[in-house]
């Protein structure tokens, strides 16, 4: 997908990807193939294809005053996330004209635990395993947030995390 945070994504710095095919041939997407967008690709659409190899093409920089931006991202991330707990990362996307988080803690969601696994008290956007938590425990505390933000606001959150299996 085209992961991305603060003002970075993967769609400015992807040059061209090699993948495999669904029969095993070996393919290329220059830039504007890899069809990138918000929390997607073109391997979104197609799960058969296996990236092999991705050309980056970073922009140049003062090495300085890239550690000083790398250093504040890091912060910021600290601060923010609940990076002491397992998880997979910011659970949902965001809604149009809605941010998750916001609407998950406005519903009073926050530490709502589903058995260990529980929507975090730092970021209501974080759903953490706190020790022990099972694949049913988060699908139903997924399927909890959802229902309770859909009731409250009329908005339906979809999963940014991908659930295979």
């Avoid at 603060?6 to 669904?22: C, H, K, N, P, S």
């Avoid at 931006?69 to 991330?77: C, F, S, V």
Wanted: proline share 4%; hydrophobic share 40%; charged share 25%.
């Amino acid at each position: 997908m085209n992961a991305g945070a603060y003002d970075g994504q993967m769609a400015l710095i992807v040059r061209r990807t090699e993948y495999l095919d669904g029969e095993g041939n070996l393919c290329m997407a220059e830039g504007p193939e890899n069809a990138f967008g918000y929390r997607k690709s073109i391997f979104r659409d197609h799960p058969e294809w296996t990236i092999v190899r991705a050309e980056l093409e970073l922009a140049e920089g003062d090495p300085a005053a890239i550690l000083l931006k790398m250093n504040d991202l890091a912060q910021r991330r600290r601060e923010k996330q609940p990076l002491n707990y397992p998880s997979a990362g910011s659970t949902f996307k965001r809604p149009e004209g809605h941010f998750a988080g916001q609407l998950i803690e406005q519903c009073g969601l926050k530490g709502l635990s589903v058995g260990a696994a529980q929507v975090s008290e730092k970021h209501a956007g974080f759903l953490i395993n706190r020790g022990g938590a099972t694949c049913a425990d988060m699908l139903k505390l997924i399927e909890t947030v959802q229902n309770r933000v859909r009731e409250a606001f009329g908005v339906q959150l979809e999963c940014e995390v991908r659930i295979i299996g």
